[in-house]
C-alpha cells in the first residue's frame, strides 16, 4: 500500500505558526455554495462562520516542532496562506480582473521575485492571460476570493511519482455542505496551471479546490551553470554537471527519465485525498471531511482532461462522484498518439499551408511573408517521396489532402499558420520523444535540446531576472520563459537555431515507431464507472485532433455509463488565448464558457438532480 493511502493513521499532529508577514485584514465572503445532496452528508454539520484574522499571510508546518514524521507523504511541511481578498487573494493575487488584462510588470526584480507572493502574484498574472480570452471574462472586473491557501510537495511512492498540489479553500466555503473540486494543470504547467479554467469555477462555488502540478511544471536544471528551479520558483545553487552542449537546460517534462504520463491519474486521485485531510485540520471542529461526506468533481482542460479521464479509471472506490474533461490528450487502444499526428504535421504543415487561402487564414500573411522557404520544403517532401504532383501548388495540395485523411478537421487546418509560427510541432515532438523514450539531458532525441539563445540563436546563459523568472512566466515546454528549442552538437552540422527545420522534422517523424510503442501503456478503455461525466472537445482543435481523442473515447464511455455525455463544440479550438489573434474571430469561439456550463451541469446533477444535457454537436 502507498505511503499516502495510510496517511491517515500519522501520529496526532500539531501546529507549529510562523508568522510571514502580519496586517491587519479581514477576511470577506464569496458566492454562496449550493446545496449538496444530503446522500452525500453521513451526518449533519453546524455552519462554521469564516474567521476574521489579523494575517494576511501565514505559513503553519504540520508536525512537531515543524519536523515530519518518517511515514508523511509530504517532502516538507505543507505551507498555508491566509488571503484577505483586497490586498490579496485566491483568484486574481489582488489584481482583479482589470489588472489581470493589464501586461506584468517589466520592472520586476529579482529581489522582488525572492518573496514566494510575488513570484505567485506573476504566476498567477502569467496564467491568467494564457490560458483564457480576459476580454469575456463574465463575472465582474474586480471579482476577488478571499480564503486559505496551502502549497505542498509530495514524495514519490512505490507506484507514482512525485508531485506538488496546491490547495486553495474560499472563506466562502461551508463546512456543512462540502465540495471539493479536483484539478490537474493543462500542458506542462505549474501550480497555477489549471486556476484560470477549472479553478477559478470551484473557488465562486465556494468549493475548495485542489490542484496538481503532475510533476511538471518549471522545474528546471542548468547543469552547465550549475543552478536550478524548485516547484515553486527558487533559484538553488547545484553541482555543475555534463551537458550535451553547453548552456544545455533540464526540462521536467521532457527529461524525466521516468514514466510520469501515466500516472497522471493516480497524482490526481492522491492529491485529491491528501486534500481532505488538510481540509479536515483547517476545519478541526468538524467531523473529518472523507469522500462519504463531500462532494468531489474532477475537472481539466488538454493533459489535465487526460489526467481526469486517467483518475476516473484508476477510481476503483468511487472517490470521485463526477467529472469534466475538455480537450483531453486522452490516449485509446488504436488511435495514433500525440507523437503521431504532432510529427505528421511537423513534416507536412510547412507545405500544406500553401493549399490553403493566405489572405482568409489566421497570420496567413506570416506564410505568405516566407513563401521561398515553404516551397523549398515542398520541394524536399516532393524529393523524398512523401508527396505528389507536379508543381509547388500541386505538392502542398497533396499534403493538405493526407493530413485530412489522417483525421484532422479542415477547420483545424486553418490554424496551420498559427501552429508553425510559435513552433509547436517541434516543440511537442522534442518533448515527448525525450519523455515517452526516458531520455535524459545527455541523450538528445534528434540532437534537440533546449537552451535561452543569444540574438544570433547561439545557446547562452539565462540571466539572473530571466531565471527568477521562468516559475511565474514559464509554461513547462519550450519556447517559453525566454527558453528556446535549438540543435546541440549535430553531426550533421545542423546551426544550433535550426530545430524548426526539415531535417529535424524528418528526424522526429524517424523515432514514431519506436515512442508509439512507448505509448501503449497510456491507452484507456472508457471506464468511468456510473457517475456523471461530460467531456467536450472543439472540431477546429489543431493541436488534440477530435477524431483521434475525444469522439473514440466517447464511443467507448458511452457503452459502460448511462451517465456519460460528449458535447463537441463545432468552432471551438485548443487555445482561448489565441482567439485575440487577427483572423481567429468569428470562426472559432471560446471553449472557457462550455467548460464552465458543463461544471454547473454536473454540479446541479448530484445537487438538485436536474437533468444532464444530452450529447451532440453545440453550434
Known amino acids: ?74 517532502q516538507q511541511p505543507p505551507e498555508r496562506y491566509h488571503f484577505d ?24 526584480t529579482t529581489d522582488d521575485l525572492d518573496d514566494w507572493l510575488e513570484r505567485r502574484r506573476r504566476a498567477i498574472h502569467q496564467n491568467w492571460r494564457a490560458l483564457v480570452d480576459l476580454r469575456r471574462w463574465p463575472h465582474g472586473s474586480d471579482t476577488k476570493i478571499a480564503g486559505v491557501e496551502y502549497v505542498a510537495h509530495v514524495k514519490a511512492s512505490a507506484t507514482i511519482p512525485e508531485s506538488s498540489f496546491l490547495l486553495q479553500i474560499p472563506s466562502s466555503f461551508d463546512p456543512s455542505k462540502p465540495c471539493l473540486l479536483v484539478t490537474a494543470a493543462s500542458g506542462s504547467r505549474g501550480l497555477f496551471g489549471s486556476l484560470p479554467t477549472v479553478g477559478q469555477w470551484g473557488l465562486r462555488q465556494g468549493c475548495a479546490v485542489v490542484s496538481d502540478d503532475k510533476g511538471l511544471g518549471m522545474r528546471i536544471e542548468d547543469p552547465t551553470n550549475g543552478w536550478r528551479i524548485t516547484a515553486t520558483g527558487q533559484v538553488e545553487s547545484i553541482a555543475t554537471s555534463p551537458a550535451p552542449f553547453r548552456h544545455a537546460l533540464r526540462i521536467a517534462h521532457a527529461h524525466q527519465a521516468f514514466d510520469s504520463e501515466s500516472n497522471w491519474g493516480r497524482m490526481l486521485l492522491r492529491s ?26 474532477a475537472a481539466g482542460i488538454s493533459n489535465g482532461g487526460a489526467a481526469v479521464l486517467q483518475a476516473l479509471e484508476a477510481d476503483g472506490e468511487g472517490f470521485l462522484d463526477a467529472a469534466v474533461a475538455s480537450e483531453p490528450n486522452v490516449h485509446t487502444s488504436g488511435a495514433p498518439p500525440l507523437y503521431d499526428y504532432a510529427t505528421l504535421h511537423g513534416l507536412l504543415q510547412p507545405c500544406a499551408a500553401l493549399a490553403e487561402n493566405l489572405s482568409d487564414i489566421p497570420l496567413g500573411v506570416v506564410i505568405g511573408m516566407n513563401l521561398s522557404r515553404h516551397s523549398e520544403w515542398c520541394a524536399r517532401l516532393a524529393k ?72 544570433s540563436g547561439q ?59 512507448a505509448t501503449r501503456k497510456l491507452n484507456v478503455r472508457g471506464i468511468t464507472g456510473k457517475r456523471p461525466v461530460i ?85
Not at 21 to 28: F, P
Not at 85 to 99: E, F, K, R, S, Y
Not at 569 to 585: R, S, T
Open 85 to 108: 481578498g483586497q490586498t490579496d487573494d485566491l483568484l486574481t493575487a489582488g489584481l482583479g480582473i482589470t489588472g489581470l488584462v493589464q501586461q506584468p510588470n517589466s520592472a520586476t
Open 1 to 74: 500500500t502507498p505511503v499516502w493511502a495510510v496517511s491517515s493513521v500519522w501520529p496526532v499532529l500539531h501546529w507549529s505558526i510562523r508568522y510571514l508577514v502580519i496586517r491587519t485584514a479581514r477576511s470577506s465572503k464569496g458566492s454562496y455554495a449550493r446545496p449538496m445532496p444530503t446522500s452525500k452528508l453521513k451526518s449533519p454539520r453546524r455552519f462554521l462562520q469564516s474567521k476574521h484574522g489579523v494575517l494576511l499571510a501565514v505559513v503553519l508546518c504540520i508536525g512537531a516542532g515543524g519536523d515530519l514524521p518518517a511515514s508523511s507523504p509530504y
Open 384 to 455: 523524398d517521396s512523401l508527396v505528389s504532383g507536379a508543381d509547388t501548388q500541386s505538392y502542398a495540395s497533396d499534403a493538405r489532402r493526407q493530413l485530412l485523411e489522417s483525421g484532422i478537421e479542415p477547420a483545424a487546418l486553418r490554424l496551420g499558420a498559427v501552429n508553425l509560427q510559435f513552433g509547436l510541432w517541434t516543440s511537442v515532438a522534442a518533448t515527448y520523444a525525450q519523455s515517452y523514450l526516458r531520455r535524459d539531458l545527455n541523450q538528445p532525441s534528434c540532437a534537440v535540446g533546449f537552451a535561452a539563445t543569444d540574438a
Open 272 to 297: 485529491g485525498k491528501l486534500a481532505l485531510e488538510l481540509m479536515s485540520q483547517e476545519y478541526s471542529g468538524h467531523p473529518a471531511f472523507t469522500s462519504k461526506n463531500t462532494l468531489i468533481i
Open 459 to 517: 545557446p547562452r546563459a539565462l540571466t539572473p531576472i530571466e531565471r527568477s523568472r521562468l516559475f511565474s512566466d514559464g509554461t513547462g515546454i519550450a519556447p517559453t520563459g525566454g527558453i528556446n528549442v535549438v540543435v546541440g552538437n549535430d553531426a550533421d552540422n545542423r546551426s544550433a537555431n535550426n530545430a524548426n527545420s526539415y531535417e529535424t522534422a524528418q528526424c522526429l517523424r524517424g523515432l514514431l515507431k519506436e515512442v508509439v510503442d
Open 535 to 619: 467531456v467536450l472537445h472543439g472540431a477546429g482543435d489543431g493541436l488534440i485532433p477530435v477524431a483521434h481523442t475525444s469522439r473514440r473515447y466517447a464511443a467507448l464511455a458511452a457503452t459502460h455509463n448511462p451517465y456519460f455525455r460528449y458535447l463537441e463544440i463545432a468552432q471551438g479550438q485548443h487555445f482561448d488565448a489565441f482567439l485575440a489573434i487577427p483572423g481567429m474571430e468569428p470562426a472559432f469561439v471560446p471553449m472557457q464558457p462550455w467548460l464552465d456550463r458543463s461544471l454547473d451541469d454536473v454540479y446541479t446533477f448530484l445537487a438538485e438532480n436536474k437533468p444532464l444535457p444530452d450529447s451532440g454537436i453545440l453550434h
